[in-house]
């Protein structure tokens, strides 16, 4: 029961260090610039992501748009809402949105 506890123990202390070894990447000019660059490819499927789940569940509001012209939709509680450039829903009040201009 000891070697097997001690084994448990010493397997348990492999797994907690190990993290510890990863590669990372220095402040450097390359670490850098694919920090940068994941992160955008990061918000940009974020943000495709939640604009196609919204299109299939939620309405668009078809007269109105966002304070930058972004697509309004509205929930399944009725709240208005729009995606920013990270994926984030912003809701915003009925009196916040804006009259879709003419074209």
Do not use: C, W
């Not at 729009?82 to 804006?98: A, C, E, F, N, T």
């Amino acid at each position: 029961m000891k070697n097997l506890f001690k084994i448990a123990l010493f397997a348990a202390g492999t797994f907690m260090v190990s993290p510890g070894f990863a590669q990372t990447h220095k402040d450097s000019t390359l670490g850098g610039k694919i920090s940068k660059t994941t992160k955008k490819i990061g918000h940009k499927t974020s943000e495709i992501a939640v604009k196609g789940a919204a299109a299939v569940a939620d309405k668009k509001y078809a007269g109105k748009v966002g304070p930058n012209g972004e697509t309004i939709y509205i929930d399944k509680n009725s709240h208005y809402f729009y995606v920013d450039k990270k994926g984030h829903r912003v809701y915003l009040k009925k009196s916040q949105l804006v009259d879709k201009p003419a074209q």
